[in-house]
């Protein structure tokens, strides 16, 4: 999901998405679980007060903890499920920015970093059991996962070309990124 901050906005390309979790089933229909993710995606786009930037880049990866609590309705062929979790996410920014310049200018602004935070996240899925292995099912699910924010530090840089002669100024510069990724997975799951 686009994030925005000091009339910067970034929107950002699909990714892809990585979740290995452990857990325990009570018998009841509820599970808890332990989970380790991994997101990236990179930048689609930046708009500096609502107009493009140019020759925009970087990437933004995410990865974390998570512990998670779902609980199952066994409707026979199919299960969907419904879950929700809380944990901590580190958000990499890798060379966030854009470049341009003009005949007696030219600029860019760079922030990167990796910075954790407080996250949450809602699950919806379905699982459908493969009876001819007890124990295996195939899932699809949506995940939507949150945290409370970011901050990002780097710098800009000018520079300026005057009758020949040549000046340059570098500023830090920090945005809060938000962190809200939608995720669409298709996985495995075995019960012991």
Known sequence: QSS?????????????????????GFGNGLRAELEGSYRTNDVDNIKVNGINAPRAGGTVSSYGLMVNALYDFNLGGVMPYLGAGIGYV??????????????????????????????????????????????????????????????????????????GQSFSARDPVSFDLDNFNHSLLVGVRYNF
């Open 4 to 24: 925005s901050d000091q009339g910067v906005e970034a929107s950002f390309e699909w990714g892809w998405a990585g979740v290995l979790s452990v857990g325990y």
């Open 90 to 163: 580190w958000q990499d920014v890798d060379s966030l920015g854009f470049r341009a310049s003009s005949n007696n200018a030219s600029g860019s602004v760079d922030v990167g970093g990796t910075e954790g935070a407080f996250a949450y996240q809602a699950i919806v899925g379905l699982a459908f059991p493969i009876n001819a292995v007890p124990g295996l099912a195939l899932t699809a699910e949506y995940r939507f996962m949150g945290t409370t924010g970011h901050t990002i530090d780097g710098r800009a840089n000018q520079n300026l070309t005057v009758n």
